[in-house]
Nanobody, 119 residues
Framework: QVQLVESGGGVVQAGESLRLSCAVSGNMFNFAAVGWHRQAPAKERELVGLILKNGATGYALDSVKGRFTISMDDAKNTVYLQMNRLKPEDTAVYYC????????????WGRGTQVTVSS
């Protein structure tokens, strides 16, 4: 069974950076990608971006392109979300989740890590 644990969240000021980590354990044989999502207060969860097993990345939000970078360390089974030039509107709980081959739905999910950006 695949398990994901996010870490690295915190409280920062606008313009600062954070790096989130998503440690993945368990049977990774049939996963196609790992996605980073976020959920702001009173808003629906949204996909930030994803990384494929071959390392290719894609970003779903125009607001993070050029500021956020997803990467992966195969040896550590860890996926990272580097967030630069953070803005107050980036405040959210950030989650990582696996996208299995042949599936259109993400899961399982980690418990999330809170990111708060003050102005």
């Amino acid at each position: 069974q695949v398990q994901l644990v996010e870490s690295g969240g915190g409280v920062v000021q606008a313009g600062e950076s954070l790096r989130l980590s998503c440690a993945v354990s368990g049977n990774m044989f049939n996963f196609a990608a790992v996605g980073w999502h976020r959920q702001a207060p009173a808003k629906e969860r949204e996909l930030v971006g994803l990384i494929l097993k071959n390392g290719a990345t894609g970003y779903a939000l125009d607001s993070v392109k050029g500021r956020f970078t997803i990467s992966m360390d195969d040896a550590k089974n860890t996926v990272y979300l580097q967030m630069n030039r953070l803005k107050p509107e980036d405040t959210a709980v950030y989650y990582c989740a696996v996208l299995r081959r042949g599936s259109t739905a993400y899961g399982p999910w980690g418990r999330g890590t809170q990111v708060t950006v003050s102005s």
